[in-house]
C-alpha cells in the first residue's frame, strides 16, 4: 500500500511535467514560426522556464471493474521543481511529493517519512495506471535525448499544429523507438504517442480538453491509455490554475514536503 | 614344502571347490557382489562429477577464486563501497602472484527497462578479454557476440531475461542505477549479445557491460568493485590467497571461495566423508547377503565339517577356510565389480545428459548434463571396503563353524 502511494507522487510527477509541457501559453510562437522541431519543442519547455503555477487537479484511474479518483494540489516553477500534495480521498491525503531537478522525495504522513525516491523506484506503475515513467518524466531530456524530425503540420480550428516525430539517441535512457508529439502552436501538446522498436504503437495520451483558464489555453484534459487495453485508462483533469504566483523560498524544501505551511 | 604350505594349499582347494558346490548359489551372491560393487563406485563418480561441477560452476559464478574488495561490500554491494582501481605497482605485483587470471570487475544493484517491463538485476561491469577464464561467459553466448573491449557499448542479457522483458538482441533497453552520490544514472543500451546460463536463475539477474563504459555511466571513473584472482586449481588455492594477503593493503579485503559462498566450502569438505558412508551402507545391504550365503553353506555341511574335525583337522584351519572360501567370493566379485563399473563409466566420460530432471539439479546448483569422475582413490576405498568388512562379517559363522562338537556333527541330520 505504501508502494504504491509512493508511486503515485511519481505519477504525479510525471503529470506535472505533461502539465507543463502541454498547458500553454497565451503569446509568444517565434519557434512555432520557423518550425524546426527541435525549437518548437524547446520553445514550448522554455516556455515555462521562471513560470510559477497552483493548480487543482483530479487524477482518475479507470479499470472494467473499477475506478478511483484522486484530488491533489500541485505549485510548481519552471520545469524543475514542483511539489505535489493529495487532498482527496482522505485515507491518501497528506502524501507528498517534491521534485527539484532530477530528485526527488515522498512523505508519507502516515509513517511520518521522507523518502527519497531510488532509481530502482523510478520505473514502477502506480496501482496499474498507465501513466509510465520514463516517456515524460524528464522535460527537458527530451530535446537533448531525440532526434526530432517534423513529420507535417496542418491548419486546425485555427491554430498550425505539427506533428513531430522523435526518436532517440543510441545511448538515451529511453526505451521507445520513437515518440510521436502532435503539439499545437500555443504549445499545447494534443497527442504523444510510444511507439516501440517493432514499430508497434504500445500507448498514447490525448489531450481530450482544452479550455481557457487564468488567461491562457491549458489542456485541461488528458487520458493515457495502453493500445492492448483501451478500456484501462488513466485520465488527468485540471480544476483550477493560477499563473505567476508568488512562491516562498521554503515552498519547495523537505521541511515544507513534511509540514505543509501554505 | 614346510607343513604350513602343504596345509594351505590344502585349504585353499577345499575353499575353491566349496565355492563352486553350489554354483548357482554363489553365481547369485557374485552377482550381488558385483552390483553393489559397481552401484558404490558408479555412484561415487557421478556424485563426484556433480559435485566437482557444482563446485566449479559456483566458483565461476561467485566468480574467481579468490575476490578483493571494499571490507563493507558484503554487507552492502553498492557503488559506494568501490576501490580505487589497481595502480601501476599493484598491477606488477599482482601479475607476480602467480595467478592464472585477475581482473576487475563492477557490480551493483540495477533496474533494466524495456517497453513492457521493469526488472531489477546484478549489473556487472567485465574487462572481456579477462572473462573466459574468470567465469566462461564467452562459452555461453548463444546469439550475437562478446564484449570486445572494455569500452564496448553494448549489453549482454541472460536468454531468460529477455524473455522476461520482451524484448531481443538487437533492441534497445534502459539501465538505471545510482552514482556514489545517491543520483539516479541511466542510459540506453543495445543488447548485442544474449547468453544462455546453465543455471537459468542466473540469466535473469546477470547483465554485462564494459567496465569502462558502465563506470563512466555511474561517475565512478577509475574506481572498480571487486579484483578478481583465479589460481589454478580450487582446491589448491590457500598458498595463493596467503601471498596475495600479504599483498594487500589494509584497506582491502581478500576472500577466498570456501569463505565467500561457505555451502561449497561444506560440500566440497563433505565429499569424502559422504563417498564413505555410501560405499559402507551398500556394504551393509550387501553383507547381509554374504553372511546368509557363508551360514547356508555351512549349515548344509554340518556332517563334512564334523568328519574333518574327527579326522584331526584344527578348527582354526576349519575358519581359515572359510574365511578363504569368503575372501575368494568377494575377489571374484569385486574383479566383476570393477570391470562393469569402469565400463560403464567411460563411455559417460562425455558427459551423461539428464535434462529430464533438470530443472532439480538446477536447484542445487548443478547443470544438466552430469560427467562422471572416477577417482583411483574412490575405487581403491569402495574395494578395501568390501575386502575388510567382508571378511569380518565372514568371522562369525567361520567361527560357528570351527566350534563344532565333531560327534553331534557327525550325528546331525
Keep these: ?262 | 614344502m614346510s607343513v604350513f604350505q602343504s596345509q594351505a594349499r590344502v585349504v585353499l582347494t577345499l575353499s575353491w571347490r566349496n565355492l563352486w558346490r553350489n554354483s548357482r548359489r554363489t553365481g547369485i551372491m557374485l552377482g550381488a557382489i558385483a552390483v553393489g560393487v559397481w552401484a558404490m563406485i558408479f555412484m561415487t563418480a557421478l556424485m563426484r562429477g556433480m559435485v566437482d561441477d557444482m563446485l566449479n560452476q559456483g566458483i565461476r559464478n561467485l566468480p574467481g577464486h579468490i575476490q578483493v574488495q571494499h571490507p563493507a561490500f558484503l554487507d552492502d554491494p553498492s557503488v559506494v563501497n568501490s576501490i580505487a582501481e589497481p595502480d601501476s605497482e599493484f598491477r606488477a605485483s599482482l601479475d607476480r602472484l602467480g595467478a592464472v587470471r585477475w581482473s576487475t570487475r563492477i557490480k551493483v544493484p540495477a533496474v533494466i527497462a524495456s517497453e513492457r517491463e521493469t526488472r531489477g538485476i546484478n549489473l556487472i561491469g567485465i574487462e572481456p578479454a579477462a572473462e573466459d577464464d574468470i567465469s566462461g561467459l564467452p562459452a555461453l553466448m548463444d546469439t550475437g557476440r562478446f564484449l570486445e573491449s572494455d569500452q564496448d557499448q553494448g549489453l549482454i542479457v541472460g536468454a531468460r531475461l529477455a524473455e522476461r522483458l520482451e524484448t531481443r538482441l538487437g533492441k534497445r533497453v534502459v539501465i538505471m542505477s545510482q552514482d556514489p552520490a545517491n543520483n539516479i544514472r541511466e542510459r540506453g543500451f543495445r543488447i548485442v549479445g544474449i547468453y544462455r546460463a546453465k543455471l537459468p536463475e542466473l540469466e535473469e539477474f546477470n547483465v554485462y557491460a564494459a567496465r569502462d563504459t558502465l563506470q563512466q555511466l555511474l561517475h565512478i571513473e577509475g574506481r572498480v568493485s571487486q579484483i578478481i584472482v583465479v589460481g589454478d586449481d580450487y582446491r589448491d588455492i590457500e598458498p595463493l590467497y596467503q601471498r596475495l594477503r600479504q599483498l594487500l593493503p589494509a584497506t582491502l579485503e581478500a576472500r577466498a571461495w570456501y569463505q565467500i559462498d561457505s555451502y561449497l566450502a561444506a560440500m566440497f569438505k563433505m565429499m569424502d566423508g559422504f563417498v564413505l558412508v555410501w560405499i559402507i551402507i551398500i556394504f551393509l545391504a550387501l553383507s547381509f547377503g554374504l553372511v546368509n550365503t557363508l551360514v547356508m553353506a555351512i549349515f548344509e555341511r554340518v556332517r563334512e565339517i564334523g568328519l574333518i574335525l574327527a579326522l584331526g583337522m584344527r578348527p582354526g584351519l576349519i575358519v581359515y577356510q572359510i574365511l578363504l572360501e569368503s575372501l575368494l567370493l568377494l575377489l571374484i566379485g569385486l574383479a566383476i565389480g570393477n570391470g562393469i563399473a569402469y565400463a560403464s563409466i567411460k563411455p559417460l566420460q562425455g558427459g551423461l545428459d539428464i535434462s529430464a530432471v533438470a530443472e532439480g539439479m538446477a536447484m542445487m546448483g548443478a547443470s544438466s548434463v552430469l560427467y562422471p569422475k572416477l577417482l583411483a582413490a574412490d575405487m581403491i576405498l569402495a574395494n578395501v571396503v568390501v575386502i575388510v568388512l567382508g571378511i569380518v562379517t565372514s568371522i562369525l559363522p567361520a567361527w560357528r563353524a570351527a566350534r563344532l562338537d565333531p560327534l553331534r556333527a557327525l550325528n546331525a541330520t
Design chain 1, 1 to 262: 500500500m505504501a508502494k504504491h502511494r509512493f508511486d503515485s507522487a511519481t505519477r504525479i510527477y510525471q503529470l506535472m511535467q505533461i502539465l507543463l509541457l502541454t498547458s500553454a501559453a497565451c503569446c509568444s510562437a517565434q519557434a512555432a514560426d520557423t518550425g524546426d522541431p527541435r525549437e518548437l519543442i524547446r520553445a514550448a519547455m522554455q516556455h515555462w522556464r521562471g513560470v510559477t503555477s497552483y493548480s487543482e487537479m483530479t487524477m482518475t484511474i479507470h479499470r472494467p471493474d473499477w475506478q478511483r479518483s484522486f484530488s491533489m494540489q500541485a505549485w510548481t516553477e519552471g520545469d524543475k521543481q514542483s511539489l505535489v500534495r493529495v487532498t482527496e480521498p482522505r485515507r491518501d491525503a497528506g502524501n507528498g511529493t517534491l521534485v527539484k531537478d532530477k530528485s526527488m522525495w515522498t512523505y508519507s504522513p502516515k509513517i511520518n517519512r521522507i523518502l527519497k525516491v531510488p532509481a530502482s523506484m523510478m520505473n514502477q506503475s502506480w496501482m496499474g495506471s498507465d501513466f509510465s515513467n520514463k516517456d515524460i518524466s524528464k522535460s527537458t531530456d527530451i530535446i537533448d535525448q531525440y532526434d526530432h524530425r517534423l513529420v507535417s503540420s496542418e491548419t486546425r480550428d485555427g491554430h498550425l499544429v505539427y506533428t513531430i516525430e522523435s526518436i532517440p539517441h543510441e545511448d538515451a535512457a529511453v526505451v521507445w523507438g520513437r515518440e510521436i508529439v502532435v503539439i499545437r502552436d500555443d504549445y499545447i501538446m494534443l497527442k504523444q504517442q510510444f511507439w516501440d522498436q517493432d514499430n508497434l504503437l504500445v500507448k498514447e495520451m490525448n489531450t481530450t480538453s482544452i479550455e481557457f483558464m487564468d488567461n491562457r489555453h491549458i489542456a485541461a484534459r488528458m487520458r493515457m491509455y495502453q493500445l492492448e487495453t483501451p478500456e484501462e485508462w488513466t485520465e488527468l483533469s485540471v480544476d483550477a490554475i493560477d499563473f505567476d504566483i508568488d512562491v516562498a523560498e521554503s515552498l519547495f524544501t523537505l521541511s515544507n514536503l513534511r509540514n505543509p505551511r501554505q
